[in-house]
């Protein structure tokens, strides 16, 4: 089963609004989330993680996430979407159970709209 | 510092080929990975490295092999290369001074590899 789910492809927001990419996670205990960014041709960015403490995270670039361990989900937000951050996203889980490897979602495909 | 950096960029291989993917990170990690990145399908570990001399099969290791002799290099050997490699190839660094690795990782730019 899939450790880590993006369930958009795409999202579309227009310049200025709250964007909301998604993440649900399935592994047992606590995990360790991160998001990360990929723009074209390039490889990926580190944007933020969750090990412990505090379920609202801030990184990069004014983005944030919100760990909710109920919902099993760690959705990535920004309270005002800029031209610039249309990219790539990725949510990453590091599964204990399996030791030293980080599952990666499918990504999800974010255009913010001038 | 220069980060992580993948040689070559790009490559095209015919079936039956082989070829070594350099990639090299001057960070001092003790931790390195390869991942392959198809559309659609996000990012799969190929082999990960907890540290020099010690290396572990990811989620999709067939067809590939890989060594750590350095701190700083993690080469990646394709020995019989196959359409089914066609792929963007990505190498990562990341430092943990436990085995309940918490940091992020560092990625380099990529290697785009076509088998035809």
């Known amino acids: 089963a899939q450790s880590v789910a993006q369930p958009e492809d795409q999202v579309n927001v227009a310049e200025g609004n709250p964007l909301t990419v998604k993440c649900t996670y399935s592994v047992s205990g606590n995990p360790y989330l991160f998001w990360y960014v990929q723009y074209p041709n390039r490889g990926l960015q580190f944007l933020l993680k969750y090990i412990t403490g505090d379920n609202l995270v801030k990184g990069s670039y004014g983005f944030e996430a919100e760990f909710n361990k109920s919902q099993t989900s760690f959705h990535l937000k920004k309270p005002s979407a800029l031209v610039s951050d249309s990219a790539l996203y990725f949510c990453a889980v590091r599964d204990l159970r399996t030791g030293n490897q980080f599952y990666f979602g499918t990504g999800t495909s974010l255009t913010v709209i001038p | 510092n220069a980060g992580v950096t993948q040689t070559p960029k790009f490559r095209i291989l015919k079936i039956g080929q082989s070829m070594t993917l350099q990639c090299t990170q001057d960070?001092?990690?003790?931790?390195m990975y390869w991942y392959r990145q198809d559309p659609g399908m996000g990012l799969k570990l190929i082999y990960y490295s907890v540290g020099a001399g010690i290396t572990d099969k990811g989620e999709v290791p067939n067809g590939y092999n890989v060594s750590r002799s350095t701190t700083e290099d993690f080469p990646l050997r394709l020995e019989l290369a196959a359409p089914s490699q066609t792929s963007v190839y990505f190498c990562?660094?990341?430092?943990?001074?436990?085995?309940?690795?918490?940091?992020?990782?560092?990625f380099g730019p990529g290697t785009r590899l076509t088998v035809t």
């Open positions: 960070m001092n990690h003790n931790y």
């Open positions: 990562a660094s990341s430092y943990s001074r436990t085995q309940r690795i918490r940091h992020e990782q560092y």
